[in-house]
């Protein structure tokens, strides 16, 4: 069994940042796209950004596009999420999520794996 596990969330002002970490297990890694997801109270959960499994291909989604980074470090299991210049609007539970198949660049509704989502809270 996939078992994804978050951290690195907490309260920070806006304009600070945050580096989310992701540890995966269960399956090859290096061969699957990560994602970052998140939902806010009363919204749908929404497609932060996602990696390819060969780390050649980054998306995001437009509301985070040069303050959001994610990467991944194959020997060690692990994919991040580097988030810059946070806005309240970022607020969230953020989710960490793997393709259901290998060899993809991944797209928002092939991952079906997930973590237990850690909390993100950017104070005004």
């Known amino acids: 069994q996939v078992q994804l596990v978050e951290s690195g969330g907490g309260l920070v002002q806006a304009g600070g940042s945050l580096r989310l970490s992701c540890a995966a297990s269960?399956?090859?890694?290096?061969?699957?796209?990560m994602g970052w997801f998140r939902q806010a109270p009363g919204k749908e959960r929404e497609f932060v950004a996602t990696?390819?499994?060969?780390?050649?291909?980054?998306r995001y989604t437009d509301s985070v596009k040069g303050r959001f980074t994610i990467s991944r470090d194959n020997a060690k299991n692990l994919v991040y999420l580097q988030m810059n210049s946070l806005k309240p609007e970022d607020t969230a539970v953020y989710y960490c999520?793997?393709?259901?198949?290998?060899?993809?660049?991944?797209?928002?509704?092939?991952?079906?794996?997930w973590g237990q989502g850690t909390q993100v809270t950017v104070s005004s």
């Open positions: 269960g399956r090859t890694f290096s061969t699957y796209a």
């Open positions: 990696i390819s499994w060969s780390g050649g291909t980054t």
């Open positions: 999520a793997q393709d259901r198949n290998r060899f993809r660049i991944g797209l928002p509704n092939e991952f079906d794996y």
